[in-house]
């Protein structure tokens, strides 16, 4: 018995300290309370479909039947610095906006982050493209590059121009670098011009 009392401290404390090999769940990120005067959206379910160098995927988000944005994988040499580059992109059509800075790169936006017609060190731009992320190969070692190398469930902010109308929209995104694939989930647009809309709302 005496041994027993000794022992079972010791055996919560080898417990309490072992590691996981299960990585913790992200925590949820609580919605602001309240958000009024949302505009109503139009939501489209990409149902987790995976961006590859073999697939692409052109994504009508106002519903009218031709692409506003693709999503596509790209190879490019570059002999200069001796490394190949693996690119997962987004580009736009005319009236079709990104939302990029002066190194074309787009903001990673968190659930519930506004998306306005202006953004402090960004500009709405059409007919534009943006590196996503960036996998660099060279002679003896390989990495990663770009804003959106390490996301999961983040939101690529988008707008359309219709009219006299800008319509602000996001794209729910996740980066799987161990299977080489850009996945797409959700996407959704504001039936109204103008407003602001909060990213995954």
């Known amino acids: 018995m005496k041994n027993t009392f000794f022992l079972l401290p010791g055996l919560l404390l080898f417990a309490a300290c072992k590691k996981s090999d299960t990585p913790p769940a992200p925590t949820p990120v609580p919605a602001p309370a309240p958000i009024t005067n949302h505009p109503q959206m139009r939501y ?43 690119q997962y992109n987004a580009t736009s059509g005319i009236g079709r906006n990104l939302l990029l800075n002066d190194q074309d790169e787009s903001p990673v936006l968190r659930q519930y982050d506004s998306i306005t017609l202006s953004h402090p060190g960004f500009n709405w731009w059409q007919i534009s493209e943006t590196v996503l992320a960036e996998q660099r ?64 709302y």
């Open 44 to 86: 489209t379910d990409l149902n987790d479909f995976a961006v590859t160098a073999q697939r692409s995927k052109g994504l009508d988000i106002d519903g009218n039947g031709s692409y506003d944005f693709v999503f596509y994988v790209q190879r490019v040499g570059d002999p200069q610095l001796a490394i190949d580059k693996v």
């Open 137 to 200: 190969i060279g002679n003896t070692d390989t990495w990663w590059e770009g804003l959106w190398r390490n996301v999961r469930r983040q939101y690529l902010p988008v707008q359309v121009e219709r009219g006299n109308g800008r319509f602000n929209g996001w794209v729910e995104v996740s980066m799987d670098k161990d299977n080489h694939r850009l996945l797409l989930h959700r996407a959704a647009i504001s039936l109204e011009a103008g407003k602001t809309v909060r990213a995954g």
